[in-house]
Structures are given as C-alpha cells and as structure tokens.
C-alpha cells in the first residue's frame, strides 16, 4: 500500500502570504495520478488539482500543483481569506487498486 | 447542474446493517465510475469502494472488504453501498463522489452519517 504523508501538519500563515504545502508517497506514484482537494468546515472537499499539476474548472491560478514520483506539491502563491481551510492529497494506486488520501494540512490565519 | 444526494444512513448497532444510496443527477450517470468516501468525525477521508461506469469492475480498502457492497443502478442513476457486520470504526460520515480524470474525484454529496453505537 502506498503511503502518503503530508507536511507540515499546520500551516500558521497571513493573507497574501505563499503557501507551500508538500504530500510525499512511500512508493513512486503511477502516471501522476496525485490530486489534491480543499475541504472547509462543514463542507465536502473540493477539487483543486489532478493530475498532479492541472488546475480543475473554476479553480483559481493562484492554486498551482507540482511533482513527481513521490514528492509533490501544492502552491498557493497569495492566501485569500477562503483558503484558509484542511487541504488533502490523493493518489491511485494499482497494487492494490484503489484511492489513498493524506492526514491533510490544515493552512489557518496567523 | 451535477448533484449527488446520499441517504440511508443512521444509528446501527455493532453487527448490524444499513444500506446507503446515492441519488445522481445532472450528468450522465453511467458514463461515470464512482466512489464512496468516509470521513469519521474530526478526521480525514478515507476512500471506501469504487463501481466502474457499468458495473463490471470494483474495488475495495481493505478495511471494508468482505463486509461492504458497493453497486449501481444506471436505469435509476442511483449508487449504492450495502454495509454489513458494522464496527464501531465505521462511524462515519459517508461521501458519494464521482471519479474523474487521473482517479481523481470531482464531485462529493453533503454525505450520509452512519452512526454505530449499542
């Protein structure tokens, strides 16, 4: 099974700041098949990034993806008050198939 | 637009059962696989089975195999989850979402709560 960890735990940060948010997989991660998704209290997550790096519909630029194999990340260049939320990596596996999230990074007001 | 409305859930005792369904709509349902996710009060998620868009092909966590059946109904554009022999770790809020590109999920219902308690 292919672990994903997720640093750092919190991210403690202030409008306008850069997020740098990492999701590191204890085995390599197939064709890119890494997402990431955003979840604020109360709701569902939210789509943000398949693929590893490709933006899904609506989603802002300011939110970028990136990496490979095991080491990926997640970018948001200029915190808005409505990112402040617990973001999720994901990854497909094939041995055995199947879905694996993240602990999660939780980015709160400084 | 694409909506996804779970129901079924409830409070259950450890060993019982409960069958959850996913009302789809806004889409074509049966050109989608999809995935039940849980997410247990205070935690993260944890993905739970998937159904291929015709379903031939289904897959698992291993913490639910043997005891959950995941299904669909294209004819209803319904998704179910028959869950079986119920732990006290199952308590949950379950998700039903739709698979996307690269095995990711584009969109999630509000969830059902499935609550195990004696």
């Known amino acids: 099974e292919n672990v994903l960890t997720q640093s750092p735990g919190t991210l403690s940060l202030s409008p306008g700041e850069r997020a740098t948010l990492s999701c590191r997989a204890s085995?390599?991660?197939?064709?890119?098949?890494l997402a990431w998704y955003q979840q604020k209290p109360g709701q569902a997550p939210r789509l943000l990034i398949y693929a590893a790096s490709t933006r899904a519909t609506g989603i802002p630029d300011r939110f970028s993806g990136s990496g490979s194999g095991t080491d990926f990340t997640l970018t948001i260049s200029r915190l808005e008050p409505e990112d402040f939320a617990v973001y999720y990596c994901q990854q497909y596996g094939s041995s055995p198939p199947g879905l694996t999230f993240g602990p999660g990074t939780k980015v709160d007001i400084k | 637009q694409v909506q996804l409305v779970e129901s079924g859930g409830g409070v259950v005792q450890p060993g019982g059962s409960l069958r959850l369904s996913c009302a789809a709509s806004?889409?074509?349902?049966?050109?989608?696989?999809m995935h039940w996710v849980r997410q247990a009060p205070g935690k993260g998620l944890e993905w739970v089975a998937f159904?291929?868009?015709?379903?031939?092909?289904?897959y698992y966590a291993d913490s639910v195999k043997g005891r959950f059946t995941i299904s669909r109904d294209n004819s209803k554009n319904t998704l179910s989850l028959q869950v079986d022999s119920l732990r006290a770790e199952d308590m949950a809020l379950y998700y039903c979402?739709?698979?996307?590109?690269?095995?990711?999920?584009?969109?999630w219902g509000q969830g059902t709560l499935v609550a195990v308690s004696s």
């Open positions: 159904i291929r868009s015709d379903g031939s092909t289904k």
């Open positions: 979402a739709r698979g996307y590109s690269a095995w990711s999920v584009d969109c």
């Open positions: 085995q390599s991660v197939s064709s890119s098949y």
């Open positions: 806004g889409f074509t349902f049966s050109s989608y696989g």
